[in-house]
């Protein structure tokens, strides 16, 4: 044992570049490092998989797009023509090739239906989809942040029952329905929200704001559930654990044990939910911007689907699975930062 | 019963009840003691006789929430603990009374950086600038003997011993300068090596900082080595109190002198350990004659009638009904 003499102010400011620790520090950055190069290598290969599978959605779709194309009373001479001109003779790994090629140069190729580049449609519906996502994800995380503090807290007691009943209920009913039934009570009983339509933001703030409450609401339901029993479980887990105990002991107040200790001790776990309920809202935008008519990208996707639009289907496929990539990166990244075990 | 005017701490008829399904059962009952500034009371007994349940009585860990009453006078500086509003126990835990407890492994949050955790103790009851606190709790940390503190306070607990985190949790104790420490089991899971270093820790600690300390633990020994007085418990109830060096040389109640014949000696002859046959009853099943009687080898049919803890000489009391005529009998 170091007597404490030892500690005296100059030796101690010198003493740590002799000690181990630096160099242990250093340690579990170059692990961080790697262990964040073959995650990235890994969502890397996903996107390879990805390109393919979406590419094939071209083989697994009835009917041929030259075809619709080319209209009613085509000749199959127009046929073969439209179908040279988008390059659907060529063998299949050439046309992934020259698609692949484009994908990485931002270009997906040009919309059957508008004529247009198909990057600059989904550039057009992205803000759209992206405000109600990220409208749903805050409304589930501040719903089931705090209702999930709520129920740990007074487990057992009505407030507890109260906000256990609507969870069950939020996973338990379709977002759609949720959506259909939020938009017969608010808008067209009470009319307190708009039923259908986006503002963007730029034009008006507000607008914007109240066009997103319902279908951000539903869609939030399903999500806001599962993080508030989430919350609820390891919370109530954590606030039984030896080293609240302590805190308290020391006299700390239970107010501040629980928004700092439990919550920075439960935040792993609840980062690894938001990421993965943030990945499947994106999926249940589509019903919900059909059922509130939102001008998103999950519109999009169902009217190219009817459209037989291809290149557009592609598109937006394409870009959610890069959004589901990203965010299943980033919760990694985020559950490393925050549990200080894995870190080393 | 020590004099309760000259006591930092003096604990009358505690009593805690919980609701197991409907009944009010009493898990510690009738529960006296008091605790002098500057002196060690162990408080000694089997698992489940109600030791840590009175510490944790009086620190407000038990007794306030629904299904757990607390009746009694616990009086400290002047105050009842008892009666304290939830506020005012928090401003006197960490800081008036700090408590160290038995398991160093899981006591510290895993989250949180072990200086920044001592620090935050600190910051609740001192009136000092975070970096400040910071340099306090550096400083706790090398009065507990944690080498390279500076270092070693940037590290999260997982990257300490349990001696380590015993060490860091009695800075955490001893950070706000406080008068009574509680030390539940503070060695019990720990090897015993590093056993001994902590309660030798323990013991200067309370030396250079003038600590009372209730230390509770079941280990004979450890109370021969640090404690001035014990108080030993058994089904809830105190059976004997008295001065250590008296309580060991002639046991008063036939419980402690069964728990000393149990302890290991290397100056025995005895070819086995001895033992108590039977097991302590559950708080529902406590009676209101002698709780021991059913294990006691000098019981007699008036071991049923009530008992209370008498007097027996300045500073000695005993619960025994018999009081020390049990002696003469044989050991058998």
């Not at chain 1, 090629?101 to 550039?123: A, C, I, K, Q």
């Not at chain 2, 340099?135 to 270092?151: F, G, Y």
């Amino acid at each position: 044992m170091t007597p404490t003499t030892d500690l005296s102010v100059s030796p101690a400011l010198r003493e740590p570049k002799k000690q181990p620790t630096p160099a242990k520090r250093r340690i579990p950055v170059a692990g961080l490092l790697r262990s964040l190069g073959s995650r990235l290598l890994r969502s890397l290969l996903l996107f390879g998989a990805v390109t393919l599978t979406v590419f094939g959605l071209s083989a697994l779709i009835p009917g041929d797009p030259a075809v619709s194309l080319a209209g009613e009373g085509a000749t199959p001479e127009s046929i073969a023509a439209i179908r040279e001109q988008l390059g659907l003779s060529k063998p299949w790994f050439e046309q992934y090739f020259s698609w692949m090629n484009g994908v990485v140069h931002g270009d997906l190729g040009t919309s059957f239906f508008y004529h247009t580049p198909v990057s600059g449609l989904l550039m057009g519906r992205l803000p759209v989809t992206l405000s109600l996502a990220l409208f749903a994800i805050i409304a589930a995380v501040l719903f089931g942040i705090l209702a999930g503090m709520l129920a740990a807290t007074r487990r057992g007691r009505l407030a507890d029952k109260i906000t256990t009943v609507l969870s069950t209920v939020g996973i338990a009913t379709p977002n759609f329905w949720v959506g259909m039934i939020l938009l017969i009570l608010f808008s067209l009983n009470w009319r307190v929200f708009p039923a259908v339509g986006y503002t963007p933001i730029t034009t008006n703030a507000v607008a914007w704001f109240m066009h997103l409450v319902l279908p951000g609401v539903a869609l939030a339901a399903a999500a806001g559930a599962e993080l508030q029993r989430q919350t609820r479980s390891s919370v109530s887990e954590i606030l039984s654990q030896d080293y609240i105990r302590t805190a308290r002991a020391q006299g700390l107040t239970r107010r501040r044990v629980l928004w700092q200790r439990a919550l920075k001790n439960g935040a792993p776990p609840l980062a690894t939910v938001v990421g993965l309920q943030a990945a499947v809202l994106l999926g249940g935008s589509v019903v919900v911007e059909k059922v509130f008519s939102i001008p998103g990208l999950g519109t999009l996707a169902i009217d190219s689907v009817t459209l037989k639009d291809l290149p557009v289907l592609q598109g937006v496929v394409l870009l959610n699975a890069c959004f589901v990539i990203i965010i299943n990166f980033a919760t990694d990244i985020i559950y490393t930062v925050l549990n200080p075990k894995v870190r080393v | 019963m020590t004099d309760a005017k000259d006591a930092l701490l003096s604990v009358e008829n505690l009593r805690l009840e919980i609701d197991f399904n409907g009944a009010w059962t009493p898990v510690v009952d009738n529960v006296s003691f008091s605790v002098r500034p500057g002196e060690t009371l162990g408080l000694v007994g089997e698992s489940g006789s109600g030791k840590s349940v009175s510490a944790m009585s009086l620190m407000g860990f038990l007794g306030r929430q629904r299904g757990q009453r607390v009746s009694g006078t616990a009086m400290f500086q002047g105050r009842d603990l008892l009666r304290l509003t939830d506020r005012q126990l928090e401003s006197m835990r960490g800081n008036d009374i700090a408590m160290v407890f038995q398991e160093p492994m899981t006591s510290l949050d895993p989250a949180f950086k072990v200086g920044h955790q001592i620090a935050a103790g600190i910051r609740v009851h001192q009136d000092v600038t975070a970096a400040q606190a910071k340099e306090l709790a550096i400083e706790a940390m090398d009065k507990v003997r944690i080498p390279n503190a500076r270092v070693r306070a940037e590290s999260y607990p997982h990257e300490f011993s349990g001696g380590m985190r015993q060490r860091v949790l009695i800075a955490m104790a001893i950070a706000n300068n406080p008068s009574m420490l509680i030390a539940d089991e503070p060695t019990t899971a720990l090897d015993v090596s590093v056993q001994a270093q902590i309660l030798a820790l323990l013991t200067e600690m309370k030396e250079d900082l003038g600590l009372a300390m209730i230390f509770i633990t079941h280990n004979m020994g450890v109370v021969a080595d640090v404690c001035d007085r014990l108080a030993v418990m058994y089904a809830g109830q105190i059976v004997e109190e008295g001065d250590v060096f008296e309580t060991f040389a002639a046991p008063q109640h036939p419980y402690t002198n069964r728990l000393l014949a149990a302890m290991p000696s290397i100056t025995s002859r005895r070819g086995s350990l001895e033992w108590i046959p039977g097991s302590p009853p559950r708080p529902t099943d406590f009676v209101t004659g002698c709780r021991f009687a059913p294990r006691c080898r000098h019981r007699l049919e008036s071991c049923e009638l009530p008992t209370t803890l008498l007097e027996i000489s300045p500073g000695r009391s005993n619960r025994c009904l018999r009081g020390n005529t049990w002696m003469q009998e044989n050991e058998s």
